[in-house]
């Protein structure tokens, strides 16, 4: 299937469209230069309405053929958009029905991907799955075709790692205050952010 141009355009369409441009312009420029220096009178208003009346004739006619011209040379442009048109609402059709089942495909995959994802989440998880959700851990960029599940495998395990070594870091260290510091780490998942104690702020974190 090819689009074939059967009309060459530079054959039908003008270069340009002529008309006295040059003549009506400078017969123009000259009568009209008085009404730009005119003061109307109550003696000259009546001529006034006239020569304004004069005027806007001649206005709309220009305007009468502008128009005129304008839609004789859109005419064919507006037959051929049409077909066009017609012909792209013909492709339209089975490119939404293929598009369709590719997203339904794309679909299933994504939902294949989070569910391996989500297995792996917990082999890894152990003892933390109250504490640590799989949405705290969750990248959305995981789903991309190109992100491997090796590495997602390994960001979930190193997360899981890193979150369980801090808790014990904090019940070792904060003592009778660790389940108040720990509530604040799993907050953000941040140590720099859990004071060591409840109600200091942390110097990294004035």
């Known amino acids: 299937m090819e689009f074939k141009m059967m009309t060459v355009l530079e054959s039908v369409l003008p270069k340009e469209i002529l008309f006295n441009y040059e003549e009506l312009k400078s017969e123009l420029a000259e009568k009209l230069e008085k009404y730009n220096r005119m ?7 009546a001529a006034a309405k006239k020569d304004r009346a004069a005027l806007n004739k001649l206005l709309k006619a220009l305007d ?10 859109l005419k064919p442009f507006g037959d051929f958009e049409a077909q066009v048109k017609e012909i792209q609402a013909m ?30 989440y917990a082999a890894n998880i152990g003892n933390l799955g109250e504490l640590l959700p799989i949405e705290r851990l969750w990248n959305p960029r995981w789903l991309n075709v190109t992100y491997r599940m090796e590495d997602i495998e390994k960001e979930i395990a190193d ?11 904090i019940r070792v260290t ?13 907050q953000t998942l941040d140590m720099s952010a859990a004071p060591k104690r409840p109600g200091l702020k942390n110097r990294r974190n004035p």
């Open 159 to 169: 997360a899981v790692f890193k979150v369980g070594n801090d808790l014990k870091i």
């Open 64 to 73: 009468d053929k502008r128009i005129e011209v304008k839609r004789e040379l």
């Open 91 to 120: 492709i339209a059709k089975p490119v939404g029905v293929i598009d369709a089942q590719i997203k339904a495909f794309d679909d299933a995959k994504k939902q294949e991907k989070e569910s391996a994802i989500r297995g792996i």
């Open 174 to 186: 904060c003592g009778d205050y660790a389940a108040q510091v720990t509530d604040k780490y799993l």
């Open 39 to 45: 003061v109307v009178t109550e003696d000259g208003l």
